[in-house]
């Protein structure tokens, strides 16, 4: 019965939202499984990308559970962070002691170290992670997040691990566009004659 218990509060995961809420004042923020999917995808791609050797198995799993215990302690913004302290063991422990995937925990505890190499990606893949849906933001004529990134972004790069997030950190400042995939290839750009 806990591994059905898990479930279901892990489906209630796309019901944290981000802390961003709070200052876009927009409703259209990703929530915290949305946030935590792309930084799947972001952890992947560093991983490749990252001249060593990583444990894939190990690095899905942190990438799935980083944030995992804000489904109980809600995501908290940076302002918020000056005042309030969660106890995200307890809410790991709590939500997967009595389950099939106990094991889990033991994985965050290696990720919240950052001493091995899936752990550094990770992170940076969850500080990348904000700073593309910054540029989202900004895309669509957010002034704070054009403000947040002239602010914040010399700061983020000092904090990632990687090399190879530095490179798709510095490629991200210098060239990134949220739309730029659509138009690159699509059936106007692959066949202009098109009549619709």
């Not at 935590?36 to 894939?56: C, G, H, M, P, Q």
């Not at 790991?92 to 389950?99: N, P």
Request: net charge negative; glycine share 4%; hydrophobic share 40%.
């Amino acid at each position: 019965m806990h591994d059905i218990d898990l479930l279901f509060e892990v489906g209630a995961y796309r019901h944290v939202k981000r802390m961003w809420m709070q200052h876009f004042h927009d409703g259209i923020m990703e929530n915290d499984a949305e946030h935590s999917f792309r930084v799947i995808w972001i952890a992947l791609t560093l991983a490749r990308n990252e001249k060593v050797d990583v444990d894939y198995k190990k690095l899905m799993t942190m990438a799935l559970i980083h944030d995992i215990p804000e489904i109980r302690c809600g995501d908290q913004s940076i302002v918020q962070k000056l005042y309030v302290t969660c106890d995200e063991d307890a809410a790991l422990k709590d939500m997967l002691g009595e389950t099939s995937l106990k094991d889990f925990i033991e994985v965050y505890q290696e990720y919240k170290l950052r001493d091995c190499i899936e752990a550094q990606i990770v992170k940076d893949a969850d500080n990348l992670e904000v700073d593309f849906e910054l540029a989202e933001r900004a895309a669509t004529g957010s002034d704070l997040a054009r403000m947040w990134i002239k602010e914040q972004r010399p700061q983020v790069r000092e904090k990632l691990y990687t090399d190879s997030a530095r490179r798709m950190f510095d490629e991200l400042v210098a060239n990134g566009n949220p739309h730029q995939w659509m138009l690159r290839k699509n059936k106007f750009t692959e066949n202009p004659n098109h009549s619709e």
